[in-house]
């Protein structure tokens, strides 16, 4: 159940769809195309289908968590990316993926630019489950004084033309931009504004957060902006949650919660990187190589379908 057919969701699919293949499970994929209302019509059609198990990145969580809670109840196995209710949550430590980023962009302020820059925020600040990113990135530049955020600011759409937009009208007011962080999808818009206006250099840091494949691309263009992209593997968290779901029809135990680790993608292993994401089946069967992608916490199994996770659970959180 994919709210839209960006990269990072596209990776998804692909895990789920060779873990369905391996598992010999039925599988179908349904994008909402950003609208909440075609997410729950979907939704109704899986509750329909007796649907076994389902993974979803929902487009509003408070209008697919009633039909969620109703398929949890029924036993049906839920995976949800970051918001709950679910039998498996997955989530990044956020607060930890938005410093890896906003440090790799101070390091080169510091050795490239003198310690200054103008820099830009293109955040999902409404979606409360990712805002610890940029609370982060904005704890890094803080300590830094000559860095100016100029603009702080949340796309309409987490899609290229949202980044495009925005940084179009953030360059009419603010012409000298240095760096620029976000979510991959919405900063590869934003790059391509760059561009068009003419006011891309290489000296640049534009990076983003999801490992998306145009963002990979870039990082091996000479002379591109574009430096680094934290990885959150997601033809990887594809694959275990798809592996998951296949146990949980079986009976087995499957773990309630799973952290995708931030990891920041660079010219020099990026190689490596593309090698697990096309073969995420053979990362699953290296437990070493998957402890470097993912943290899986807890159990739980069909005797204990009701104590599914009902919270925005997250590993950074003390209770």
């Not at 080169?108 to 820059?117: F, P, V």
């Not at 900063?187 to 990076?207: I, K």
């Not at 290296?286 to 993912?294: G, H, N, T």
Request: net charge negative; proline share 6%.
């Amino acid at each position: 159940m994919r709210d839209n057919d960006r990269d990072f969701i596209n990776g998804v699919d692909y895990g789920l769809s060779l873990a369905a293949a391996d598992r010999q499970l039925d599988y179908v994929s349904m994008n909402a195309d950003n609208s909440a209302e075609s997410m729950v019509e979907h939704l109704r059609e899986m509750q329909a289908r007796q649907v076994g198990g389902l993974v979803t990145a929902p487009v509003d969580p408070m209008k697919s968590a009633p039909i969620l809670q109703e398929l949890l109840r029924a036993g049906t196995y839920v995976g949800t990316i970051v918001p709950p209710p679910a039998t498996t949550i997955l989530n990044a430590p956020q607060y930890l993926t938005g410093k890896v980023l906003a440090e790799a962009a101070a390091a080169h302020i510091r050795d490239t630019m003198q310690g200054r820059a103008n820099v830009v925020l293109l955040t999902h600040d409404s979606m409360q489950f990712l805002s610890p990113r940029f609370a982060a990135m904005r704890d890094v530049f803080r300590e830094m004084p000559e860095v100016a955020i100029v603009a702080d600011i949340s796309p309409v759409t987490v899609t290229e033309k949202g980044g495009y937009d925005t940084m179009t009208n953030i360059l009419i007011a603010e012409p000298q931009i240095d760096v620029v962080l976000g979510a991959d999808t919405v900063v590869l818009g934003a790059l391509a504004a760059l561009r068009d206006t003419g006011m891309a250099r290489p000296d640049q840091f534009v990076g983003g957060i999801d490992g998306e494949r145009e963002a990979v691309a870039e990082l091996s263009q000479p002379d591109s902006p574009y430096k680094t992209s934290i990885s959150l593997a997601s033809a990887i968290f594809g694959y275990a949650m798809g592996q998951h779901a296949a146990d949980w029809i079986e009976g087995k135990s499957i773990p309630k919660a799973i952290d995708v680790l931030p990891f920041a993608l660079t010219a020099e292993n990026v190689e490596a990187y593309r090698a697990d994401m096309a073969d995420p089946a053979k990362v699953y069967a290296d437990q070493a190589r998957l402890a470097s992608y993912l943290a899986m916490y807890g159990n739980t199994c069909i005797g204990t379908k009701d104590e599914y996770v009902n919270f925005p659970w997250s590993s950074e959180t003390r209770f």
